[in-house]
């Protein structure tokens, strides 16, 4: 298997020189487009383009940006992309570049699918979604086995890798992957501590301490103020920004996760009916990019609101907002946090416990929701050999696998 080339030692940093934010939104409109399978899977893609096609980041920062965003809430996914975008494009901006570049394939797709421009109906559509299953299949996969062999090397992580599989496991939902994480973090003090030393390279974000307290205001702000301000206000299009700003502050570990918040927000008073949300629900399944951007759709259609594309703007923004708040208000303070040797031993266990999450994911719900039966393998093992052998790019992938899923599909 082909290894990425050593960083020459006199080079060797955690993160690459900033580029600019039209490198970071053309490199993830890229992902937006071709990354399918969930907020797992775009951990995989995000891995594949930034650490090790583009290597704006090393793989050790880039497993504890992943660390630092799955212990946050919000839609982690997109949480590491808009820091990645961050630290190459200079700030702000690049954040922004990465996010809009990320979301709004997506995005337009599913205001697509809510004008009903888009059907997903009939075996050729059945067969594109398998096919896009089974990258996902690949692409975990892939994850896993890269982030294994750098983030377990010794026993005591192994170890906390394989409790932290089975914990998720038996405790399942946000609560068991959370608690793994900071279990995780708790064995990697106990355990991990002997191989605590100073950082080779620097992860330290062009954002202020300032711009960072005024992201973290605005995250309380946004939690607090609308229940008190909703019962003086009458406007349709308030309502809809509180209810996705209150799902997307409140879920961790976002995509599937959110789907119960969002159906006790938009269906429960009427905004939309349960058979449209089940549909979109469906719609997001087989269209790339996040599936937070299940928010457009939403948006377009709840009631009384202002519905279409004001409504899909208003939902897409508050539900990713408090989230993207939140980690930029904590990006001033992560490089003196991962250099005290306390922390360093807390996000190897940390580490060590994504490995085994990813792990468990990869089984369910990747696995079980894509292969059933041998032909499905063969496609999935393809796809896995193409990414790691071949070193062929993503998008080439999903164009194959698409192609091989409506095959499979055909009678």
């Known amino acids: 298997m082909t290894d990425t080339p050593p960083i020459p030692e006199a080079a060797r940093t955690d993160a690459a020189p900033a580029g600019s934010p039209g490198e970071v939104f053309l490199a993830f409109l890229k992902l937006g487009l071709t990354s399918f399978g969930g907020p797992i899977a775009h951990l995989g893609y995000f891995r594949e383009e930034c650490v090790t096609r583009r290597r704006w980041i090393s793989e050790r920062g880039y497993a504890d940006l992943v660390a630092l965003c799955q212990f946050l809430p919000g839609p982690a996914s997109s949480q590491v992309g808009f820091c990645l975008g961050v630290l190459r494009g200079g700030g702000l901006l690049g954040g922004l570049a990465a996010w809009v570049g990320f979301t709004l394939p997506s995005a337009l797709l599913l205001l697509g699918v809510a004008a009903g421009a888009g059907s997903l109906s009939g075996p050729v559509a059945g067969g594109v979604i398998h096919g896009l299953k089974l990258v996902a299949v690949a692409v975990v996969a892939q994850a896993v086995w890269g982030m294994a062999r750098t983030l377990t090397p010794d026993r005591p992580r192994a170890g906390i890798a394989v409790a932290a599989l089975w914990l998720s496991v038996f405790v399942a939902g946000a609560f068991g992957q959370v608690g793994a994480i900071g279990l995780g973090a708790l064995a990697g003090l106990a355990l991990c501590r002997a191989a605590s030393r100073e950082p080779d390279g620097h992860l330290a974000f062009p954002v202020s301490r300032r711009a960072g307290a005024i992201a973290l205001v605005a995250f309380v702000l946004i939690l607090a103020l609308p229940p008190l301000l909703a019962p003086g206000l009458s406007s349709p299009a308030f309502a809809l920004f509180e209810a996705f700003s209150h799902a997307g502050a409140l879920?961790?570990?976002?995509?599937?996760?959110?789907?119960?918040?969002?159906?006790?927000?938009?269906?429960?008073?009427?905004?939309?009916?349960?058979?449209?949300?089940?549909?979109?629900?469906?719609?997001?399944?087989?269209?790339?990019?996040?599936?937070?951007?299940?928010?457009?759709?939403?948006?377009?259609?709840?009631?009384?609101a202002p519905g279409g594309w004001i409504g899909a703007a208003i939902a897409l923004v508050a539900i990713f907002l408090p989230g993207l708040l939140l980690v930029y208000g904590t990006l001033p303070h992560w490089e003196a946090i991962r250099r005290r040797p306390l922390a360093q031993a807390a996000m190897r266990g940390a580490n060590a416990a994504v490995v085994g999450l990813l792990g468990a994911a990869l089984y369910q719900p990747v696995w079980t929701s894509a292969v059933g039966n041998s032909r499905d393998f063969a496609l999935a093992v393809l796809a896995f050999v193409l990414l790691t052998v071949g070193r062929a790019p993503p998008w080439i992938v999903v164009v194959l696998a698409v192609l091989g899923g409506v095959g499979l599909a055909s009678p």
């Open 251 to 304: 879920v961790f570990g976002g995509g599937h996760v959110v789907l119960p918040l969002l159906q006790a927000e938009v269906v429960a008073p009427g905004w939309v009916s349960p058979g449209d949300f089940l549909a979109g629900y469906g719609a997001a399944q087989a269209v790339p990019g996040p599936l937070f951007t299940v928010a457009a759709y939403l948006g377009a259609l709840a009631r009384p």
